[in-house]
């Protein structure tokens, strides 16, 4: 990507033009569920409108060579990911409630609980699906020097937004098609913006889970979280489950479940009961895969009868996607141990541990050796982030607040956080359009854009991993002036222009 090309985004329009381009994008976004439900304090059972998802007018440049190079990670990294979570040794040490993080952490430890009731128990479902998403960011120390590729997070839960990234990056090749984008700039032309299949790559991930399960009448659960507004993500994987696989989902929130959920004694199949809603008069249906769109944050579990619902889900023979301990996998703290000297090549020498070191930045534990891990933070802050053992945005500490939050920091608690250098994106704009903002139309705006691969895997002990990279995403931040262009602006549904 050449300097002189990134300082021009997003070409030129005039007001005629950008108020056209706006004109089609929204109603496209509208036209073929590019959509969210409104901001409402209760949302009606059924629900009688939607707003378009907040989305960028143009495509955004990134090099097609990072672009590739995404893609091919993906592979090593969905099974890196899936050896990681066969690895019970590795997780104990890492967030297990004896000696790792989980002693700490509360959520973490709870969740290692349920898993090690299960492994005590001896029960659990050796086959887990994984629908994970690895997130990027273009690094460009210096201005028109070289661009990489870094990894921010590997996603193994609720990983989300796939379907609306493949909405996206039609809409953006319906403006293409249709407007040309005024001329605008010699790059938008559809053979630069790559196709997006993430609807069916993302749904035959559970498919595959669903068929080697061995019982085509079961159906799929989606756990998810109550008055969630971005539901429509998640019902074009329903639609198309049902479509091309003829499976058919129940959604069901962890509340739900508390009384709709039984595991039968003996086969421990997981039966949801639904009774008045099923034909021919049947009473529950079992289930295959539970997939969760839920139970990724603290907040998912206000009392510990919460906790109880999952492992009731965990004791199941039903596939888990993820199970409690693939989601353990996911943790930030693991992703700074796979950094560190050796420790990612004793998951299997066939993994292409150079190829992944070169999508890492540096990163080490705020309890590393005594007082070392904060005293580093300390006199590096202006180039850090300090990670927990959360999800879902709003979580991390950056910079000039890295100082006064370890000063308040217990040491205990030292262990659950992770610090990371900050990834230089190059300077890029945008017009970023959102519905019901208050403001009218396309803000033009200094933009970080944050690509993220999918790829699914279904594993178990003693077989091969069975994983495909499956489409990817690319969410466009505001840059906040303040916080240096890292921290969460508001942030909108982008797609790719390769260059
Ligand atoms: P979460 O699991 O909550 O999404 P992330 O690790 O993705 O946590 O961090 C949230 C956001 O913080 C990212 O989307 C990105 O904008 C920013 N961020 C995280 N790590 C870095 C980093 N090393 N450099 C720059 N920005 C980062
Ligand atoms: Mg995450
Ligand atoms: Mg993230």
Redesign the pocket.
Known sequence: MSSSMVSHWPPTLTDQQREELTLRATTYALSHGLIYLPVADVQPPAPTSAIHAPLALFPSPFPRKQFELAKRLQHAYNVLYARVALDEKFLDRIMGAEVGVGRVDDFTGELWKIWKRLCDEGIQQRLHLGLFRS?Y?LHAPEKGGPVSL?Q??F?TISSSFGTLSQNIANLHRHLAASTEYFNSSPFLKLQNLPPNETIAGLAEGLATAHKAYESPSAWIMFVVQAGERNVFDQRWLEYELLEKHSIHIVRQTLDELATSAEVVPGSRILRVKLPGLLPRGAESVEISTVYFRAGYTPRDYPTHAHYQTRYVLESSVAIKCPSVQLQLAGG?KVQEVLTQRDVAFQFGEDIEVNLLRSSW?GMWGLDENGDYGVHKAREQAHKL?L?PQ???????VYKEDIPGFLDALPVSEREAWIA????E?PDLGNYLVRAGSGTEGAVKTEV?S?LGIFGYALFGPGRPVEEKEVGWLL?T?GKESNEGG???GFSVLDSLVLV
């Open positions: 997130d960011l870094k921010v997070e996603n930030k930045m982030v990670k959360r999800e879902g945005g709003g979580n991390n990371m250098e900050l990834i994106t970080v944050e969410r931040k890292v921290a969460a």
